[in-house]
């Protein structure tokens, strides 16, 4: 099988999509990933790095999109996994095309535009209105949705039942693990009991 994943907004080694979800899949199919980076092509964790122009703005934003329209046209991918609001039009497009479409829901973008410094505060609740009925109604023509949190996928399931969590925890290699004397263990303890040094 071979997965096609797409981000227009995120680097290309966010962890989240490059270690919890490309690596991950790229153990068993084969997997290429399009995302903004400083270079055309690496292969990595035998994940197939395909780079995107790193962005600053909107108008690079529009750029990028219009690059991933061209290289989806070429693909022979039995399944593409997107990852951000603004391609949802292009995973509509793909499911036109009779495509297997997945959608990861990363944020709850609805409530996300209400902090928006840089749209004009009167018509915020309108453009969140419009982005929850947007991205919701479309979710019903995707495959599957992948979201973060209980609270996103419950937003969901009314439109998709087919809504699943992959949480953001944190990789076991990324955390620290130290072993610790039982004479460090007593000083932990004693110190979680009394914060300060009583008089």
């Known amino acids: ?111 996300q535009v209400l902090t928006k410094e840089w749209i004009a505060k009167p018509i915020r609740r309108l453009i969140s209105i419009g982005m929850f009925i947007f991205e919701k109604f479309s979710s019903i023509f995707f495959d599957r949705i992948i979201t973060v949190i209980p609270s996103i996928k419950k937003s969901f399931l009314p439109f998709n039942k087919k809504t699943d969590i992959i949480y953001n925890y944190p990789m076991l290699q990324e955390v620290e693990i130290k072993k610790f004397e039982e004479k460090d263990v007593d000083a932990i303890l004693r110190a979680a009991r009394f914060p300060f040094d009583p008089l």
């Open 1 to 111: 099988m071979k997965i096609f994943i797409f981000t227009s907004v995120h680097i290309w080694k966010d962890t989240r999509i490059f270690i919890k979800e490309a690596s991950s899949l790229a153990k068993h199919f084969d997997v290429e990933l399009h995302a903004p980076a400083d270079f055309e092509y690496k292969k990595i964790n035998n994940v197939k790095i395909y780079g995107l122009p790193l962005w600053k703005t909107q108008k690079d934003r529009r750029a990028i999109r219009k690059l991933i329209k061209e290289r989806l046209k070429k693909s022979d991918a039995d399944v593409y996994h997107f990852h951000d609001p603004e391609l949802i039009p292009i995973g509509l497009y793909l499911k036109l095309k009779g495509k297997t479409v997945v959608y990861d829901a990363h944020e709850n973008i609805s409530k």
